[in-house]
């Protein structure tokens, strides 16, 4: 079996051939394979296609079995340009690191270690411990989860086991029964928003989320509360939300997703339109919240499962699109 790995999804290579037979075929394509058909010849009917982003302008788009995104968003897949035949599987894996992010960044805010460090000096300990300055604690805070999928539901599990209380809405109208204290339905986004203290985005982007917190849902948040946003940038209107930081609307926000990305390796791209990086209110990360060296070992050992299990003739898990009747 021919294996296509597009962009950064080559980097595993090594990873991914521990877990298969040893007469699988690997070929490394460059980011641009994504959304240029410069090299569609190096892709045939039977193979697999592992990338995060597929789309063809052109139109003309190359039959193949089965793309796997080793990732969970499917905002970067054109699923229109697909062809008919191809099955599209996504995987997961990346709710531990990213829920242990957001407890960090929670804690952070609250506890601002590294202030205590700064102000520590052997030469001054005297004057910096009869000076001790108080901080906060996260325990009896309320945190917002905006979307119930695996990464709020992660969160939701550390958050209790620190004293925090939850409330959570999910676009989609899904909820665990017992993991979160209250549940807020679509239409009483307002109601989270005005009652956390830290409010995390962790819903998928869709024509319905997208934008869904502006300069009016911000103005609902406290004064002190927190945004933190490691679902995409776009949930959140980029304009909106540097004002609402600015004028100090909300308190802070910790942001580890962003309004632009490079297109390839030589593409330099700002990662927003506004200087978000300049505001002291802010924590910037570079879309690392979940990048950590197991969770490739997490996630291309599940790839490697879902291409044993077509090899085999078997069900293929986390399968988002079935190929069209006839066509499998």
């Not at 339905?185 to 989270?192: F, S």
């Not at 044993?308 to 898990?317: D, T």
Request: aromatic share 6%; hydrophobic share 45%.
């Amino acid at each position: 079996m021919k294996i296509i790995m597009v962009g950064e999804a080559a980097n595993h290579k090594d990873t991914l051939a521990a877990e298969l037979p040893a007469g699988c075929e690997f070929i490394a394509l460059p980011r641009e394979a994504s959304h240029s058909d410069e090299y569609d010849a190096a892709i045939g009917a039977e193979d697999v296609l592992i990338t995060l982003r597929f789309s063809r302008p052109s139109g003309r788009v190359p039959a193949f079995r089965l793309l796997h995104v080793p990732g969970a968003g499917l905002d970067g897949i054109a699923l229109d340009a697909l062809p008919p035949s191809a099955m599209v599987c996504n995987v997961f894996e990346h709710e531990i690191p990213i829920a242990e992010y957001v407890l960090l960044a929670m804690l952070e805010s609250e506890i601002r270690l590294a202030d205590m460090r700064r102000r520590f000096a052997t030469q001054s300990w005297s004057e910096a411990y009869r000076h001790r300055v108080q901080h906060g604690e996260i325990h009896g805070k309320t945190l917002g989860l905006v979307g119930m999928g695996r990464i709020a539901r992660a969160i939701a599990q550390r958050a209790k086991a620190f004293g925090m209380r939850t409330i959570a809405t999910d676009p989609a109208g899904g909820i665990v029964p017992g993991l979160i204290d209250d549940f807020a339905p679509p239409g009483e986004l307002d109601r989270l928003l005005g009652q956390s203290d830290f409010v995390v985005i962790a819903c998928p982007l869709t024509e319905t989320t997208r934008g869904m917190i502006g300069a009016r849902q911000l103005a609902r948040m406290k004064s002190s509360a927190v945004l933190i946003n490691v679902s995409r940038a776009q949930i959140v209107d980029e304009g909106a939300l540097f004002a609402a930081l600015k004028d100090r609307t909300i308190g802070a926000a910790v942001l580890d997703v962003w309004y632009r990305y490079p297109a390839s390796a030589d593409d330099e791209v700002a990662p927003a339109d506004h200087p978000f990086h300049e505001l002291p209110n802010v924590v910037c990360t570079p879309h690392s919240c979940a990048w950590t060296a197991n969770l490739a070992v997490r996630r291309y050992g599940f790839i490697a499962g879902n291409i044993r299990r077509l090899m085999a003739g078997e069900p293929l898990l986390n399968v988002v699109r079935a190929p069209a009747p006839g066509r499998s």
